[in-house]
């Protein structure tokens, strides 16, 4: 998206620079990545950013409006709700697509949002180490708001692990060793000190937990939630026993889980900006728009076991059981943008916040992106694709 900068990036590039990058990265964590990265960042001016930034303080005004509990209370599906949630979520994301307008100038469109954490320590890594490799200009940043390495590493200390000792928080996640993200676990244990803790690994007296670290049973304060409510319903079976973490414990989580459900899916109706496409509740649409097709179906809560409707047609629409557990929203038409060795790719990119306990309003931090030559981001539509995967937007500061 600066035209001089993919330039000189393509015409730099080799497959044998690639792949020694590749080699260097896979020798710090053997055997721990298990997804594709890409063979190029993404680069995005100063124009471009603001446009993003803009959107997330619009839905920032939202969630920190003293009404937004109240009206995303009924977003947090019967049997996954949390107790002591707390009053705001430390650490979250929004998904953009990268798009063209009417004079075919780049601009951003809101995708999704995930009162969850992401990758907030492999993509500390991976951009320093590709750096290595890639001439990226010294004023173009993986990190936003004037962040460093040094003072990004800071803060994420101090929102995840805040004034407790660092044996006291652990990550928690199912199965980490086996998930396709374990490196990012590994990144923030090797940054923060924190181990990643399987649930079925915690160890529950009364409403305390602990776990096994250096053969010694150790309290656990704070918990780092990497733990996704579908996945776990959907694999509680072939966990064995595991701890009820929707009961009373004393610990604090970082973020609370019920924030993966407020900020989501269903804040989308409730959001009016220009880079956001107009989205409404199904059961609340008294007359479908005659254009369907410029539309996805989006189930509220993927663990229903129904997925995304791209073309969608009225007969869709009809056979919804549930309709006030779905949105109807506007297409987004993502731009062949990316000038790559044979066809351009598309673009998405995320823009990671944080909020600690001593501000008013969360902040963005760091950034993810991903590249897609397919109907759809994501692997299963990028198989035997070269310049798709993983990456990462690097801003103009």
């Known amino acids: 998206m600066v035209p001089g900068l993919r330039k000189a990036f393509n015409d730099s590039f080799t497959d044998q620079l690639y792949e020694a990058f590749l080699k260097n990265l896979h020798s710090k964590y053997p055997g721990a990545m298990e997804f594709r990265l890409c063979e190029t960042p993404v680069f995005a001016d100063k124009a471009f950013a603001g446009k993003m930034i803009d959107a997330c303080e619009h839905i920032i005004d939202v969630i920190t409006d003293p009404a937004f509990k109240e009206i995303t209370e009924s977003s947090i599906p019967s049997g996954v709700r949390v107790p002591n949630e707390s009053d705001r979520c430390e650490l979250f994301c929004f998904d953009f697509g990268v798009c063209l307008n009417e004079e075919q100038q780049p601009e951003p469109r809101l995708i999704e949002m995930q009162g969850f954490p992401t990758l907030f320590g492999f993509q500390a890594f ?32 101090e929102v995840i692990i805040g004034d407790l000792p660092v044996e006291n928080t652990i990550l928690l996640e199912i199965k980490p060793h086996e998930q396709k993200t374990r490196i990012d676990f590994y990144n923030t244990r090797d940054y923060l000190g924190i181990q990643p803790v399987c649930i079925t690994e915690l160890i529950q007296e009364g409403k305390d937990l602990y776990y096994m670290l250096n053969g010694k049973k150790t309290s656990v304060k ?16 072939t966990l064995g026993k595991f701890t009820d973490i929707t009961q009373e414990l004393n610990v604090q989580w970082v973020p609370h889980p019920n924030w993966f459900y407020r900020i989501s899916k269903y804040m989308l109706p409730y959001l009016h900006h ?34 995304v409707v791209i073309d969608v047609t009225q007969t869709d629409i009809e056979k919804i059981p549930d309709p006030h557990n779905w949105i109807l929203q506007r297409k987004v038409q993502y731009a062949e943008i990316i000038e790559t060795p044979d066809v351009p790719a598309k673009a998405e990119i995320r823009i990671m916040y944080a909020w600690k306990k001593d501000w008013e309003r969360p902040q963005p931090i760091i950034n993810l992106a991903r590249l897609s030559k397919g109907k759809m981001i994501g692997v299963a539509y990028n198989k035997d694709k070269k310049w798709v995967g993983g990456s990462v937007a690097f801003f103009e500061r």
């Not at 951009?127 to 803060?155: G, H, K, M």
């Not at 996704?228 to 959907?234: G, H, V």
């Not at 107009?278 to 369907?292: C, V």
């Open 126 to 157: 991976y951009p320093d180490l590709f750096r290595e490799y890639f001439p990226i200009p010294a004023n173009y940043s993986q990190y936003l708001n004037e962040l460093t390495r040094d003072s990004y590493l800071q803060l994420l200390k």
């Open 222 to 237: 704070r918990i780092y939630n990497r733990v996704i409510f579908d996945e776990l319903l959907a694999k509680k079976d």
């Open 274 to 307: 220009p880079y956001v496409p107009a989205t409404y509740f199904l059961n609340e649409i008294k007359q479908l728009p005659a254009d369907l097709e410029n539309y996805v179906l989006k189930p509220l809560f993927s663990f229903a076991g129904q997925g």
